[in-house]
């Protein structure tokens, strides 16, 4: 069982930015694949980013590329979301989550799911 605690959300206006985190209860270095997803309201959960074990690969999604970076420090079973130049539209719950099989970007491809962080981006 993995738990995951995100941080790092909160009000910022248009064209902030913010660092979310993600701590792992347990050892993740090298062993799971980790991202992070979305939800605003009324819509269904979207994948934002993902990075492999040994950050070899990262998925974006095309909403996030040029302005979010994922990146992971294993020893500190930690994984981060930089976002830059943050629009309104990126107002969301975001979740952090751990996949025990191959990198993906779907939702079923994860196992284990934070509680989430809100994002507020205020125009």
């Known amino acids: 069982q993995v738990q995951l605690t995100e941080s790092g959300g909160g009000l910022v206006q248009t064209g902030g930015s913010l660092r979310l985190s993600c701590a792992a209860s347990?050892?993740?270095?090298?062993?799971?694949?980790m991202g992070w997803f979305r939800q605003a309201p009324g819509k269904e959960r979207e994948f934002v980013a993902a990075?492999?074990?040994?950050?070899?690969?990262?998925y974006y999604a095309d909403s996030a590329k040029g302005r979010f970076t994922i990146s992971r420090d294993n020893a500190k079973n930690t994984v981060y979301l930089q976002m830059n130049n943050l629009k309104p539209e990126d107002t969301a719950v975001y979740y952090c989550?751990?996949?025990?099989?191959?990198?993906?970007?779907?939702?079923?491809?994860?196992?284990?799911w934070g509680q989430g962080t809100q994002v507020t981006v205020s125009s």
């Open positions: 990075t492999s074990e040994n950050s070899i690969t990262t």
């Open positions: 347990q050892r993740t270095s090298s062993r799971y694949v």
């Open positions: 989550a751990v996949a025990l099989g191959r990198i993906g970007r779907g939702s079923d491809d994860y196992d284990y």
